[in-house]
């Protein structure tokens, strides 16, 4: 089993940064794949962006440049830095991390990019 929190959200003006954070705990030793999603009202979760076990990154199209996805060396914790924030970009950000057996995601943060 995986716990996970996130944590970071908020409001932020179009333009402005935020860094969420994931805080893992539990069999983090069998996770081979760890990601942030996200879920805007009305519309079906998407992904973010992806990091697997070796360090090797994937972004959707819409956040590419804008937005990096990272871990610490011990996998416990994941984050997402987000810059240059756009309306679109508010929604409900849940972390996930994945093993072969299982999916773990979190309860979610909201971010909400509003002037």
């Known amino acids: 089993q995986v716990q996970l929190v996130e944590s970071g959200g908020g409001l932020v003006q179009p333009g402005g940064s935020l860094r969420l954070s994931c805080t893992a705990s539990?069999?983090?030793?069998?996770?081979?794949?760890m990601g942030w999603y996200r879920q805007a009202p009305g519309k079906q979760r998407e992904l973010a962006a992806t990091?697997?076990?070796?360090?090797?990154?994937n972004y959707a199209d819409s956040v590419k440049g804008r937005f990096t996805i990272s871990r610490d060396n011990s996998n416990t914790t994941l984050y997402l830095q987000m810059n240059s924030l756009k309306p679109e970009d508010t929604a409900v950000y849940y972390c996930?991390?994945?093993?072969?057996?299982?999916?773990?995601w979190g309860q979610g943060t909201q971010v909400t990019v509003s002037s």
């Open positions: 996930l991390y994945t093993s072969l057996l299982r999916t773990y």
């Open positions: 539990g069999s983090i030793s069998s996770i081979t794949t």
């Open positions: 990091i697997n076990k070796g360090g090797s990154t």
